[in-house]
Structures are given as structure tokens and as C-alpha cells.
């Protein structure tokens, strides 16, 4: 389908996901000694971690596709492959399927009295997996939200400006997707430079910037594609702008 250049569009930010970063970010909440990991109580933490490193530096740690559900917003790849390793705990298998790579570092537990099934871990999680700014994320939310309850952190989710604007086009126990452009509602300033970037380069739009000298600057940057060397691009990301530029 073919759209007008200046036509504004939501949910062209896209990148791809990654499932060594999912199995050793639930690995690395295991060794911070967080309980009940339960794929609810993971996808909420995985959504905190993935907002504030893309508010942060301009990408999340996942790279999901994000939708608005009843329990708040899911990371849909992460959630199918908790799902298929929940369901494929009790088999022993051989190769090299998802659920073999997630069952080499993670166990699943299931309780005999009720409760939901919880992930542990069963080797220490690599480090080498993320970057440095990921790492330290994924401390901070370990930090902050860890101790929480799985309702608790329905409950915080369900307050964020990224589930309630997704929300209003939401059927009753249906879905409705999360563009990434939302993670910036109510943002700081500073994480508007982030967006900008992505949707001028993901887009080719550029969006207006707080009206001070820096955000002016930045804003006439964008026009020229002038990004700073070290901004750090998915490998999709690269793709995408490649073959924008021999168009």
C-alpha cells in the first residue's frame, strides 16, 4: 500500500527479536533472586525493561511486537515462546528448537497445588547476550518492580499512557496493537530525540522537537539524515534505510 510522504503512520517502528535476550533476561531475574516467575509476572518486567531502554537509547532490549490485552501490554513473541516451553516442559527432546535453547538455560516448575508455572534457571545467564546499557536496565527494573506481585504489576500497567491509549480500540477480551510510537507518551524531552530518530528513519518523517536551540539543531540533523556516528541501528533497521537511500 503505498502512502503519501507527508501522511503520518503508527506502528512502522519495528525491530526483531531477539530469544537469546528473552531466555537469559528471565535467566538474569532468576540469579537477582526474583520469585513466582510466572510468564505474566515475566512479561510485565519484560515491558518495564524494554520502555525504559528504548526511552533511554532509542531501542528496546527485545525488539517484540507489542499488544494491548486484558492483563496489559504482552511482548507476543516472548509470550508464544514462554507459552511452547510451559506446554513442552515434561518432554525431553533433542535439536535445536526454541524450546530446546530455552529448556538448555531455564526449568520450568509446576506446582503440585495449584499456582502457576514458574521459570528458574538452571545455568548462570551470559552477559555477553546484551549491551552494557541493557544490562544495566534490566538491574534497575530487578531492582524496582522484582518484589512485585504479578497483580501488582497488571495493576502499574494498566496506569501507563501506552496501555490506556491502545486500550480505547480494544474489544472486550480481544487485542489491539501497541505501536512503539505510545512508549513515548508523556515521555521526557530528551527521549523525544530518540523518536524522532526512529521515525525519521523508519518513516522518513520528521516530527517537531521541544523549541529550544539543542531540539532545533537536532531537528534540522534529521532532515539531512546527520545522525551521530555512535546511534546504533537494529540490523532490520540498517536494511530498511539501505534500501531506502537506492530507491
Not at 528471565?26 to 510468564?39: P, V
Not at 527432546?93 to 526449568?107: E, P, Q, Y
Not at 518523517?205 to 545522525?227: C, H, K, N, T, W
Request: proline share 6%; charged share 30%; glycine share 6%.
Amino acid at each position: 500500500m503505498n502512502r503519501d510522504a507527508g501522511e503520518r503512520t503508527m506502528g512502522d517502528i519495528k525491530f526483531e527479536f531477539n530469544l537469546d535476550k528473552l531466555i537469559h533476561a528471565i535467566a538474569f531475574f532468576c540469579e537477582q533472586g526474583i520469585q513466582d516467575l510466572t510468564k505474566l509476572k515475566v512479561a510485565k518486567l519484560l515491558y518495564f525493561a524494554d520502555k525504559n531502554h528504548l526511552l533511554e537509547h532509542g531501542k528496546p532490549i527485545l525488539g517484540d511486537v507489542y499488544w494491548c490485552m486484558e492483563f496489559g501490554p504482552v511482548p507476543s513473541f516472548a509470550l508464544n515462546e514462554m507459552s511452547e516451553a510451559i506446554e513442552s516442559s515434561e518432554v525431553t527432546a533433542t535439536g535445536t528448537s526454541d524450546s530446546n535453547r530455552i529448556s538448555d538455560v531455564l526449568r520450568v516448575r509446576k506446582p503440585l497445588f495449584g499456582g502457576y508455572p514458574h521459570f528458574e534457571a538452571k545455568h548462570r545467564f551470559d552477559a555477553s547476550v546484551f549491551a552494557a546499557s541493557e544490562l544495566d536496565i534490566l538491574r534497575r527494573v530487578a531492582t524496582q518492580y522484582g518484589c512485585k506481585t504479578a497483580r501488582e504489576l497488571v495493576d502499574l500497567t494498566h496506569a501507563e499512557p501506552t496501555f490506556l491509549i491502545a486500550n480505547e480500540s480494544r474489544e472486550p477480551k480481544g487485542r489491539a496493537p501497541i505501536p512503539y510510537e505510545l512508549f513515548f507518551v508523556g515521555a521526557p524531552p530528551n527521549a523525544m530525540k530518540h523518536l524522532a530518530r526512529l521515525k525519521a528513519d523508519f518513516c522518513g518523517e520528521v516530527i517537531p522537537l521541544p523549541g529550544d536551540e539543542e531540539y532545533s539543531q537536532f531537528a534540522s540533523d534529521l532532515r539531512s539524515y546527520s545522525f551521530e556516528p555512535e546511534f546504533d541501528l537494529d540490523s532490520d533497521h540498517v536494511r530498511e534505510r539501505t534500501a531506502r537511500s537506492v530507491r
